[in-house]
């Protein structure tokens, strides 16, 4: 049988820290498949077709991952249609886990799905999607927080 997990994400755009953790996914699972979600709550800053294609020129080649976009839907049913038998999702700290739970525990509660938590590379703790468009949109340098593809399309916003 072959061991599949979901890294589930807005992806907007993906970081060094994402990539860590879909590294991390790798070495536990046979197959990672990114899933690029909607999130109600976030206003996105980049499309989704350009979100995808930055995912696929920034994971590695050599690893096992399948990127794909998902749209608006359940996380569960996602996991469900794709075969996953957990999700994935990296902590960089306490507030992570403040956030992550509450989803972890209902993903359970409505499929019996299993929330596997990696710990970040502290080295990365303090990089997100949101800090990292903030400090481009100003001019500040980020080369070692994103791909050379992404930095273009930061650059480029
Ligand atoms: O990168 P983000 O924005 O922190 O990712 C959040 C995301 C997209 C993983 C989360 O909002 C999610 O799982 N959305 C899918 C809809 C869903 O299943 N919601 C119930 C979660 S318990």
Not at 123 to 148: F, M, Q
């Amino acid at each position: 049988m072959t061991r599949r997990c979901v890294c589930p994400g807005s992806y907007d755009p993906v970081t060094l820290g994402h990539l860590d953790v879909i590294r991390r996914a790798a070495s536990l699972f046979d197959e990672v498949v990114v899933a690029i979600l909607h999130n109600p709550g976030k206003q996105g800053t980049f499309g989704v077709a350009e979100r995808v294609r930055l995912l696929q020129e920034s994971v590695p080649p050599e690893l096992p991952v399948r990127v794909q976009d998902f749209g608006a839907q359940l996380l569960v049913d996602i996991c469900r249609d794709v075969g996953a038998q957990a999700i994935v999702k990296g902590l960089r700290g306490g507030t992570d886990f403040t956030y992550e739970l509450p989803m972890a525990l209902m993903n359970r509660h409505l499929s019996g799905i299993e929330t596997v938590f990696v710990p970040g590379d502290p080295a990365l703790g303090h990089v997100s999607s949101s800090l990292v468009k903030e400090v481009s949109r100003y001019g500040g340098d980020v080369t070692d927080l994103v791909t050379p593809p992404v930095l273009r399309a930061l650059r480029s916003l």
